[in-house]
């Protein structure tokens, strides 16, 4: 550790160099204009360097530790914890975090560097919800590295997150799911090869499950008026994933039972039946007779059928909302709808309920089946058996 004087553009400067743990460690350099400056610096240097070490708060202070290493620490730490659809959204945040702060120390990651930060990525014309996510990595990496005293502190307390609303709930009206079904079931009529499609749909619309328990489903799952949600086929690791549940205790979504209404028996049924599925293969697949990849058939499939049909255009997600927000809109009590949907948090039912802008009312448990002949079902009586 030494306090040096140097002449720079024809001036005199003092610079501190030190290593953090001897020789081989990092190296810091601070240059002052005043000699005395630069001792101060020194000796709060080593006394905060004592005091740290000696408290057991942390292990190094915020100048000796790179962002990119504690970056890597929460990742590998942590995402064993995360679903592979998070795990691949947060290494490619990473990628693009890394370059930018990656060889930075902790000292210089402050909550004013962040908040540039965030105007760049908002004059990129990103919304809220996608800044903050960004951003969140480098706070979720912090506070993971606090907790395990790698570090004393983090250096971004005061930032800020952008104010983000949810994305707002869309979906159809009974009239317009029941006129895209119509359309879809004189595309793929009975005995056409690619009727499964429209028995996609009609399930989709008619439980509101979503895109991976559907291409999960199996024909043990059929049990008289209801479908046992009890698996999910996840497209990244190209594998299912069991829901937990009563008799499921891998964590993850709820396993539960919806209902299944008389026509959409019949037509799961006879697909089983036609396609010669046995119970351990999945109702919907592919001529190879391996499960449906959702991103395939949305792009495939899906947004074609939209463009032929030439409605109200939604994606796939937005079927389940339909079903939800028509499940309310009938009265369904808000405990039932939580449990045929899968919701783990009441809150997130509630959400239909404003969106529908009705009082749930407790009423018998009735559901408008949608239909592809236009004629009404709203007396259908469904014994539900929800999964505790």
Known sequence: MTIRRLKLKGQFVYEVDLYTNGRGSKRIRKRFKKKI????YLNNYLVEQNNYKSSGLSKNLLEEVYLKDEINFWFESSKHTFSASHIK??????KEILPL?????????????????????KAKRLANATVNRKIEVILATLNYSVRHRRIPYNPTLGYKKL???GREIEFWTIDTAKDFLAFCNERYPKDHPRRWIYVVYLL???????????????????NHETLFIRRQFNRLTNDFEQLKGKTNSKSGRL???VPCNPKLKVELEWLIKEKCVTDQETIFMTDTRSPINHDNFAKRVFIKDLKLWGGDPIRFHDFRHTAITQMIAKGIDIKTVQSIAGHEDIKTTMNYVHVVGEKVKEVA???AIFDDDGESQEHVNVLWLVQK
């Open 37 to 40: 400056d630069a001792q101060k």
């Open 89 to 94: 959204r947060v290494e490619g945040i990473i």
């Open 101 to 121: 702060f990656g060889n930075l120390t902790l000292d210089k990651m402050t909550a004013a560097r962040l908040t540039l930060y965030q105007k760049e990525l």
């Open 163 to 165: 104010p983000s609303k």
């Open 204 to 222: 989709a619309l008619n439980t509101g499950l979503r895109a991976g328990e559907i291409w999960g489903l199996k024909p043990i799952d059929i």
């Open 255 to 257: 396993s539960r039972r």
């Open 365 to 367: 448990r009735i559901f």
